[in-house]
């Protein structure tokens, strides 16, 4: 399975973008995808997840402002981010995990906000 995501750039403060992350190869087993990202000289962190069911959780700093969905005909699950701040500025990358644990990671795609 590939995961590709794209959609990063740069933005002002208060800005919206919208990352998508498409599944190729194998799309079956999916328990859940997510959306993490890592800012510079920082650990990577969840963002926000979306179970096959569409169950989702969200990161407490981004509640209210990021919106994960999905659409299980495209094999493409989206991140949508309003009200972007600088603290927002990493890199972001998808997630894909299979009922029996396997973990699949797309390449970064970068956010940058500017105050």
């Known amino acids: 399975v590939q995961l590709q995501a794209c959609g990063g750039g740069l933005v002002q403060a208060g800005g919206s973008l919208r990352l998508s992350c498409a599944v190729s190869g194998s799309p079956f087993a999916i328990k859940d995808m997510g959306w993490y990202r890592q800012a510079l000289g920082k650990q990577r962190e969840l963002v926000a997840t979306i179970t096959y069911g569409s169950t989702t959780t969200y990161a407490d700093s981004v509640k209210g402002r990021f919106t994960i969905y999905s659409d299980n005909a495209k094999n493409t699950v989206y991140l949508q981010m309003n009200s972007l701040k600088p603290g927002d500025t990493a890199v972001y990358y998808c997630?894909?995990?299979?009922?029996?644990?396997?973990?699949?990671w797309g390449q970064g795609t970068e956010v940058t906000v500017s105050s």
């Open positions: 997630n894909l995990e299979r009922t029996y644990g396997a973990v699949y």
